[in-house]
């Protein structure tokens, strides 16, 4: 059950929480869960669970795929204030998917379960056109990714990953191994390898252990293209 902080939390993100009857808010305060969860930590693996929409406090979340080869391929974060209803499969009909949530980062969470989201989606009109927004916005983002995939060669990926990485930390040195970069863009560790060596011989970064250093962004951000 959520309590007063919580709550007013939880009206910050769904702007149209007062246009819930009382009935409806009083679903949400009563069932709604928030949980803690250290970095490293599975919360939804690939096994079609239905956890129910997720809101994200503070912290961060990959949420990715994994290939019938075993490789995964990142398709998106969630950052703090963020919202995944891809968890809530169970209640999003005839769209089938496999996806596993990671924590990247010590993060707090809420959760919303399936069944209750469901009920709030069939009695409102807000909750539906919210889910329809957040499904374009997560479809958009999977659409990306897999036009890189299609379209982008392997350098030119692993350059927009490094940019993105950056801008996401808001620092040009990034704490990051070869195994971690290979499995958010789908490859293996040994194509990085050559691929980041390239790079710093091309000057555009520099590389120590477990460290990657952009020297020279703009070059970067031409091979990205």
């Known amino acids: 059950m959520l309590l007063g902080n919580d709550?007013?939390?939880?009206?910050?993100?769904f702007k149209f929480f007062e246009k819930f009857?009382?009935?409806?808010?009083?679903?949400?305060?009563?069932?709604?869960m928030k949980a803690d969860y250290e970095k490293g930590r599975i919360?939804?693996?690939?096994?079609r669970e239905c956890n129910?929409?997720?809101?994200?406090?503070?912290g961060q979340l990959r949420v990715y795929m994994v290939s019938g080869e075993g490789k995964e391929i990142t398709l998106y974060r969630l950052l703090p204030n963020d919202v995944c209803?891809?968890?809530?499969?169970?209640?999003?009909?005839?769209?089938?998917?496999?996806?596993?949530l990671e924590v990247e980062k010590d993060s707090k969470l809420f959760f919303i379960p399936a069944n209750v989201w469901s009920s709030l989606s069939d009695s409102n009109n807000h909750v539906k056109e919210y889910a329809l927004e957040l499904i374009s916005e997560r479809f958009s983002e999977v659409m990306?990714?897999?036009?890189?995939?299609?379209?982008?060669?392997?350098?030119?990926?692993l350059a927009t990953f490094l940019l993105d990485q950056s801008d996401l930390e808001q620092t040009s040195l990034l704490s990051i191994t070869h195994e971690t970069i290979a499995k958010n863009i789908g490859t293996a560790r040994e194509v990085i390898?050559?691929?980041l060596k390239y790079f710093e011989n091309e000057e555009?970064?520099?590389?120590?252990?477990?460290?990657?250093?952009?020297?020279?962004?703009?070059?970067?951000?031409?091979?990205?293209?």
């Open 204 to 225: 555009m970064l520099q590389l120590s252990r477990g460290v990657i250093k952009i020297t020279d962004a703009q070059k970067l951000r031409r091979m990205s293209s």
């Open 144 to 157: 990306w990714i897999m036009e890189q995939v299609v379209f982008m060669g392997m350098g030119q990926r």
């Open 85 to 100: 209803i891809m968890t809530a499969s169970c209640v999003l009909k005839n769209i089938t998917f496999d996806v596993t």
């Open 52 to 58: 129910g929409v997720i809101i994200l406090k503070s």
């Open 43 to 47: 919360i939804l693996n690939n096994e």
């Open 21 to 32: 009857s009382g009935a409806e808010k009083s679903l949400i305060i009563s069932n709604a």
């Open 7 to 13: 709550i007013a939390f939880i009206k910050t993100i």
């Open 193 to 195: 390898s050559r691929l």
